[in-house]
């Protein structure tokens, strides 16, 4: 027998770093965008 559970929960501890990383690429690009939260949502500012 496999235990296929503990090889599956690794394999999403890897995909949600994977994510985390793919997160902070985005946030950094966004910090030139300023966020105005209006209605419960965010709307982006774009700033040049």
Same mark, same amino acid.
């Given at each position: 027998?496999? &235990?296929?559970?503990?090889?599956? &929960?690794?394999? &999403?501890?890897?995909?949600?770093?994977?994510?985390?990383?793919?997160?902070?690429?985005?946030?950094?690009?966004?910090?030139?965008?300023?966020?105005?939260?209006? &209605?419960?949502?965010?709307?982006?500012?774009?700033?040049?």
């Amino acid at each position: 027998m496999i &235990d296929r559970s503990s090889s599956e &929960d690794n394999n &999403d501890i890897n995909d949600n770093k994977k994510l985390f990383q793919i997160q902070d690429k985005l946030i950094k690009k966004v910090k030139k965008q300023s966020y105005t939260f209006e &209605d419960g949502q965010y709307y982006f500012n774009e700033t040049q």
